[in-house]
């Protein structure tokens, strides 16, 4: 008995010990970026405006090697390419992270900063049954339904291979197709009772779509679906 609980004891003090003989390596520590001085938000993040400080490996946090190849920016004095955005005011000494105050410049405004990037609303149903999506190129048609006095033609193109960085419901949802209604609706009588064969008109449901262009294009779409009044009809550019 003496010598079973004299086992016992044993087995309980390793155990006891062995975080302390068995000790976990510490976390590995990598070169990161911090802001050098305080960055104001919406603003374009360059190599001036950091510093390479020694911090633990963690998930978002970007490195140098990350964002500037160091040997190019030292062989051609560009010390200025865009690549980082801040998402909110950055203070002198905070490290840059994606989860907290920066990101790539194509995800904090969809498309580099040679681009102007505008909305518009659309009918579903006039988006190639809702199968429009982020990446592709589109025609934009402008056309109007009767209306007297309106002496613009009916129809016409108003930009072409434009490219699309989002497209959503009303809802903020990502558009799907619209599905046919398996029966025809029929239009509430007095009092709430339905008239047989009389059938009600909708519209599908509006989307937003936003596309990425030179401010030149961007006006145009603008003026035609504003100004001019058009409705926007979007085609699958052929190439």
Known sequence: MLLLALALGLVGLFISLQPLIFKPPP??????????????????????????????????????DEVWNVAEITATGDITRVVLFTTRPVRQGEI????????????????PLRFEVASFPIDINETVGGQI????????????????GHTAPPVQLIAEKIWVVDVRTAQADVVAPTPAPATTPQAPGIFGVSVPGLTV???????????????????????????QGFRAWVTLSPG
């Open 133 to 148: 999506k982020p990446g592709h190129r589109i025609n934009i048609y402008g056309y109007v339904e009767e209306r007297p």
């Open 27 to 64: 976390p590995p520590q990598v070169q990161v970026l911090a802001a050098a001085q305080d960055i104001d938000t919406y603003r374009v993040v360059t190599l001036d405006m950091v510093n390479v400080v020694t911090a633990t490996q963690s998930s978002g946090i970007y490195a140098l």
């Open 96 to 111: 840059l992270s994606r989860q907290t105050n920066v990101l790539p410049i194509e995800e904090a405004r969809y498309a």
């Open 201 to 227: 008109t909708t519209r599908a449901p509006e989307a937003m779509i936003t596309v990425a262009a030179d401010p030149e294009t961007i006006w145009r779409i603008l003026e035609a679906l504003g100004a």
